[in-house]
């Protein structure tokens, strides 16, 4: 019962009878004339195309995007051009094509001064190797869910397989960052990597478990060990299963949010239980395509996926090109740090006519549905004052051609250890804040998040990378404006809880997380309570900056009486107005006076100025509408303080919670 010592790519426990890819299968090949070489070469390319494009429908945001980076190399006539080439004129067979245009496309990367690129050989070589051995005889099948071994694996080979036969990932070659990886990751498959001379310590049908707590895999263990390991397989499986079904339905304070790629992954998100979208990477439309997506393709997608949240935020993040993210049209020049270079806003501001261009499709969109726009990398106070110009300059243009549109409101990105020392100018000026723990930590701990071996050094719970995300929030919350993370932190249990103790307002991750999410959020906030004595649905924050008075001082009956229901007021330090719970819009009144929201199992109503009825929407500006759903801290309505005290009424704001029963803001026309 040998154990080996192995590297954790993607935790998790597995246990099953080993499927062994076997590296080469073209010693048994007997090629034909260059014209059925040539033929076997397109058959094979096309059959992987559709085996890929198919495996895209159930792939999670990240996994969509490796399977199409496998789609543009088939589509890319420099690789399969020197395969043909190959077969025509060195007389080659397909499967030596292949590998010979495999390796002339990683030199070409080895020859880049990027780590990323370089690392990307990996899963060049693993790609051809899934053709070859479509070439050869075809790709092997397990019969049953197994544990997928080989010398390296392509996330082709993964696709086509199929991620429910694939209980956990045994290879040589690999590393955290690869591919296969980010695949196995968003298909929640356990993935070890690291055992050398894999296909002579592992056979077909050997029984391996993958040890999650030691970073090993036993071999053919003894009977009752496998007993057991079937049934916390059994276990897990359930688990998950009751997890599910837990979750829905499932009320938290938190927010919990989906990441998407593309815009059909939108479909079906508000069913799962997703709040919103926290995060829509635009950047997928610039990275597939041989030129720049048009303002037309641009608009298609994000109203698409705006119009599928019925009435939910979707949050689209401005083109995050640059460092381990490049355009092949987008002539970047090459960077000693690409890290530290032109990438996120810093690219958008240098190609203007680029980023006005998907401006104006985002604000056609918010025409649409609730969309927001959110600014990548911003590191000084001017970065945000550009973006906010060049939305200004999108709108007019908008405004001349007579085109729908809507300015959305625009958030930023927290992910340098500069934003979190400005935050509180830049919350002046955003409307949210997105903290993106994977860059904040890389830049924090100065550690290169792509190089390997680095594993250790790039931790997202370091202490000085949390009192980062809490400064954020504290600076945030000062100005009333909400605190989501997008990052992968956001999908860790471990994580989850240090962020909601922290205070951030949502968690946005991978579909796939949704339920298991909301369900640990669910557990932190009940603790949360026991700590305290509260219940967890307690908390409503105050809607304005101002002066408390309480219900008794209220200089109206209606309210200092109770007559609605419990209520304090607030005398307005200025005009802005915050939702005081997360929730659902129920009511707006039709002279934008107040606002109603079901959140924590309660109805709220808000309501601006006493007898303001009476001015008939003067003054007043809602942003919001009914059946939306709103963070606490969300700027809902503005008013004006001062013509409102013209025209002879007091601008003081009430907090009212409804009675039992009275269920409308507009049950009082005050």
């Known amino acids: 019962m040998p154990r080996y010592e192995c590297r954790t790519a993607q935790k998790g426990f597995a246990a099953g009878k080993a499927f062994v890819i076997r590296p080469d299968r073209t010693g048994e090949y007997r090629p034909g004339d260059p014209v059925e070489e040539a033929a076997r070469l397109e058959t094979a390319a096309t059959e992987m195309k559709r085996r890929l494009t198919a495996g895209k429908k159930d792939a999670d945001p990240a996994g969509a995007a490796v399977i199409d980076a496998e789609i543009l190399i088939l589509d890319d006539e ?45 899963d060049v070589r693993g ?99 496998i007993r057991e ?20 339905g499932k009320v938290t304070r938190t927010r919990i949010c989906a990441n998407i790629s593309r815009a059909e992954e939108a479909d079906g ?14 950047e997928l439309l610039f990275l597939n395509g041989a030129e720049a997506p048009s303002e037309e393709e641009q608009f298609g997608a994000y109203r698409h996926a705006a119009e599928a949240m019925a009435g939910r935020e979707t949050v689209i993040r401005t083109m995050d090109i640059g460092s381990d993210k490049h355009a092949a049209w987008l002539k970047i020049p090459e960077e000693i740090n690409p890290a530290l270079g032109l990438r996120g806003l810093r690219v958008s501001l240098e190609y203007r006519e680029l980023f006005r261009s998907q401006l104006r499709a985002m604000l056609r969109a918010a025409a649409y549905g609730n969309v927001r726009i959110m600014i990548p990398m911003v590191a000084s106070e001017w970065e945000l004052d550009e973006v906010l110009k060049e939305i200004q300059t999108a709108s007019e243009e908008l405004e001349r051609r007579g085109e729908k549109f809507r300015i959305p409101e625009t958030g930023v990105m927290i992910e340098t250890p500069a934003a979190v020392m400005i935050a509180p100018a830049l919350a002046e000026k955003a409307r949210f804040f997105s903290i993106g723990t994977n860059d904040l930590t890389q830049y924090t701990l100065a550690v290169d998040r792509e190089a390997r071996g680095m594993e250790r050094y790039s931790n997202p719970m370091h202490e000085a990378v949390l009192r980062m995300i809490a400064l954020a929030t504290e600076a945030a919350h000062a100005k009333h404006i909400p605190v989501a993370v997008c990052g992968e932190l956001a999908g860790n249990p471990e994580g989850a809880e240090q962020l909601i103790r922290i205070g951030v307002d949502e968690l946005s991750v991978s579909p796939a997380k949704l339920a298991a999410v909301r369900n640990r959020a669910a557990e932190i906030e009940d603790s949360m309570a026991q700590e305290t ?70 109805e709220i109503l808000v309501h601006a100025g006493l007898d303001t009825v009476r001015l008939k929407g003067e003054g007043f500006r809602v942003h919001v509408s009914e059946g939306e759903h709103v963070k606490q801290g969300q700027l809902i309505m503005e008013m004006d303080p001062e013509l409102i005290r013209a025209r002879g009424f007091n601008p003081m704001i009430i907090v009212v919670r409804m009675s039992q029963g009275d269920d409308s803001g507009e049950k009082r026309n005050n």
């Open 269 to 282: 998100l508000p069913e799962k239980g997703a709040d919103g979208i926290g995060l829509f990477r635009s």
């Open 127 to 225: 790609f051809a190797a899934g053709l070859t051995a479509l070439i050869a005889g075809g790709l092997e099948v397990p019969s049953e869910p197994c544990i997928l071994a080989g010398s390296e694996l392509s996330p082709g080979q993964i696709t086509m397989i199929g991620p429910e036969m694939i209980r956990g990932i045994l290879t040589e070659i690999g590393s955290p960052t690869s591919h296969v990886s980010v695949l196995a990751g968003n298909y929640g498959i356990p993935y070890l990597y690291g055992l050398e001379n894999l296909t002579e310590k592992v056979r077909q049908q050997d029984y391996l478990i993958l040890d999650p707590d030691g970073d090993g895999v036993w071999v053919n263990p003894p009977e009752e060990k």
């Open 533 to 602: 004595g509260k219940d967890r649905n307690e908390g409503i924050r105050s809607p304005a900056e101002g002066e408390l008075v309480p219900m008794a001082e209220i200089p109206d009956p209606v309210f200092s009486g109770g007559v609605m229901g419990e209520c304090v007021g607030v005398i307005p330090a200025n005009g802005k107005i915050y939702a005081p719970v997360s929730g659902t819009v129920t009511t707006v009144a039709a002279t934008g006076h107040a606002v109603s929201l079901r959140g924590n199992g309660e």
């Open 78 to 122: 420099n690789f399969l051009g020197s395969a043909r080439r190959a077969i025509r004129e060195e007389r080659l067979g397909a499967p030596d094509a292949v590998k010979q245009a495999a390796e002339k496309l990683c030199e070409k990367l080895m020859e880049s001064g990027q780590d990323y690129i370089r690392q990307r050989c990996e």
């Open 229 to 248: 390991a079937e049934a916390r397989q059994e276990e897990i499986r359930e688990a998950r299963e009751k997890q599910q079904k837990q979750a829905t």
